[in-house]
């Protein structure tokens, strides 16, 4: 009896850890909750530090456009006023040519009178060129019925009229 004993309690010591036997679907509940939530734990651990290195990536895109922007608006305001000089000093060059040119062309006309005796002659003008080119335009339009074509032709007669009267 004795060795039965001693053989039993051995084993028994051995099932019992704690001293405190417990059903074995308890004792899986119990590990799976506690696997649930160390599980848990770790995602909300990993969840926290996605989100955190989420932010900083955020915060320094947001640094590095608010940076561009304002090299963009500084850029900007340099290359407006760069325009507004080249447009100034354009129009001090045009100005400077019209001015050269004119006094140039005063010279040609002068030195030509001076040593050629040739006097400027003025093109031949072209009288009533847009009323004569709607009449005719008009009259190959309509062809023998002239009638539309009188405004046109009123036009017409009202230039030259006008034209010989100021050349007389």
Known sequence: MGQ????????????????????????????RDFSNQSLQEEWDKFRREVIIRRNERLEMRNAALLEAQQRQQANHAALQERLTAL??????????????????????????????????????????????????????KYGTDMRPCSDYLAALERCVNRTITESV
Not at 9 to 28: H, I, K, M, T, Y
Not at 99 to 120: C, W
């Open 4 to 31: 039965s004993s001693s053989t039993a309690n051995s084993v028994n010591q051995e099932n019992l850890v704690s001293g405190v036997s417990l059903d074995p679907e308890l004792e899986e509940a119990i590990v």
């Open 87 to 140: 447009h100034e000093r354009r129009d001090q060059l045009l100005a400077t040519f019209a001015d050269e040119s004119v006094s140039i062309r005063y010279d040609i006309q002068r030195l030509e009178e001076k040593y050629l005796g040739v006097a400027e002659q003025t093109p031949p003008v072209d009288y009533c060129l847009g009323e004569r080119a709607h009449w005719i335009d008009c009259s190959k």
